[in-house]
């Protein structure tokens, strides 16, 4: 099943991005080190763009109305799932909007941005535990072979490009983008603490 291994790789990724910023939350917080603000402005732009505009519409679109249809008792765990869809949307505004108040405040908006970060990723994580412990299941308990072969081709961005592999590489794009410029041990770009070597 084609569906299940792209929205297992689309949430590693995402959880990559998560972490990432959690660890750079971290490393300001314990380490002193200096914010990157090009940093986090790619992460949050991806974790905006790519669930928003790739991955959710697929669960939506294709695997959720499916499973709806074969079975109807999964309607109030879908129900709750797409309705994250939406308010993932007004939390990533949340969070940008820390990040502008980190940037040009300074260090006293610092711990209202740690917990935005701490809040969107633990409700990122709980919403995509759920898909994998919950949904994913129920949905190879409950659709047909010609139902996942249907699911299947919309995945692979058979039925709406904009959903392919093309276009997944625009946002493969933006996460190589993220770890250009995020240090190590989560990219490769500059270290940003002060007892690094330069
Ligand atoms: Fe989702
Ligand atoms: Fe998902």
Redesign the pocket.
């Known amino acids: 099943m084609q569906a299940i291994r792209i929205?297992h790789d689309?949430?590693r990724a995402i959880a990559a991005v998560l972490h990432g910023m959690l660890y750079l939350v971290r490393e300001i917080r314990d380490r002193g080190a200096k914010p990157n603000f090009d940093v986090f402005g790619a992460m949050i732009h991806y974790i905006d763009a790519f669930?928003e505009r790739f991955?959710?519409p697929k669960?939506d679109r294709y695997l959720f109305r499916v499973l709806r249809i074969r079975h109807p008792d999964a309607a109030p765990l879908l129900d709750r799932l797409e309705g994250e869809h939406c308010t993932g949307a007004h939390k990533i505004r949340t969070l940008e909007q820390a990040l502008t108040r980190y940037q040009h405040g300074g260090a006293s908006e610092f711990p209202d941005f740690a917990k935005a970060v701490e809040d969107y990723a633990e409700f990122h994580w709980s919403?995509?535990r759920a898909?994998e412990d919950e949904v994913l299941p129920l949905a190879e308990k409950h659709l047909s072979a010609a139902d996942w072969e249907a699911v299947d081709t919309a995945f692979l961005g058979h039925v709406d490009p904009m959903l392919g592999a093309d276009a997944g590489a625009g946002y493969q794009a933006l996460f190589t983008r993220i770890v250009n410029l995020a240090p190590p041990p989560i990219g490769v770009g500059p270290a940003t603490h002060p007892d690094s070597p330069k």
Do not use: L, N
Request: proline letters at 10%; aromatic letters at 0%; zero cysteines.
């Open positions: 929205i689309e949430h669930p991955h959710h669960e919403h995509m898909e």
